[in-house]
């Protein structure tokens, strides 16, 4: 199981966005991006533009890795319907995903270790991989006996996000996934170009 350890203030600082949820601000005293020269910017081609979008939707997520795209978009052009939808809806119902959405954790990383430590149930019983697929009208709540932990009540009752109007939020520790979302009811911290990255990801999967 693949967990990022590297820097998250500066990928933050990177993108000019508060891209993982952090309740400190990385932006508030560097607004720059990392480097000595942070404040210049070469124009980029449009392969690097292709490559930060990517880039931007991998740290989103939880720092994807390319192998965990890949695989996500091979599994959207073999789905039915919209290639574009497919993906993003892959992406949004990963179970560390629709913790973190439903409020149980602060951040996307926090939701990852809920899940991998084992405090996340899928209609009743414990599933501890963050790839899981919640499907609609499946369950997600925290196990009884990890309620009273402070993260998950500390991320219950930060009123700045929303829980998305696909899933419906069943008391304080449960929720459940209605239906797959639209690609109107995903929200990111930062503009991210979907169908960009599916057209880089055609060319190079």
Do not use: W
């Not at 560390?96 to 084992?118: C, E, M, N, W």
Request: glycine residues 6%; aromatic residues 8%.
């Amino acid at each position: 199981m693949v967990r990022y350890t590297g820097p998250k203030n500066r990928i933050a600082r990177r993108f000019g966005a508060n891209v993982f949820g952090r309740a400190r601000n990385p932006l508030l005293h560097k607004a720059n991006p990392p480097g000595v020269h942070g404040a210049r910017r070469k124009k980029k081609s449009d392969f690097g533009l292709q490559l930060e979008e990517q880039q931007k939707l991998k740290a989103v997520y939880g720092m994807l890795t390319q192998k965990q795209l890949v695989r996500y978009f091979r599994m959207a052009v073999a789905g039915h319907g919209n290639t574009v939808d497919n993906f993003q809806q892959l992406l949004e119902c990963r179970l560390d995903t629709v913790v973190y959405r439903l409020k149980f954790a602060p951040t996307i990383f926090a939701a990852h270790q809920l899940v991998s430590h084992g405090h996340v149930l899928v209609n009743g019983k414990k599933v501890d991989r963050r790839s899981f697929q919640v499907k609609p009208g499946m369950t997600v709540s925290i196990r009884e006996k990890s309620q009273k932990l402070a993260l998950i009540k500390s991320a219950l009752s930060h009123a700045a996000r929303e829980v998305p109007a696909y899933l419906e939020a069943q008391g304080d520790f449960a929720g459940k996934l209605m239906m797959l979302p639209a690609p109107d009811q995903i929200s990111f911290p930062l503009p991210i170009n979907v169908s960009t990255i599916t057209d880089f990801l055609a060319h190079v999967s």
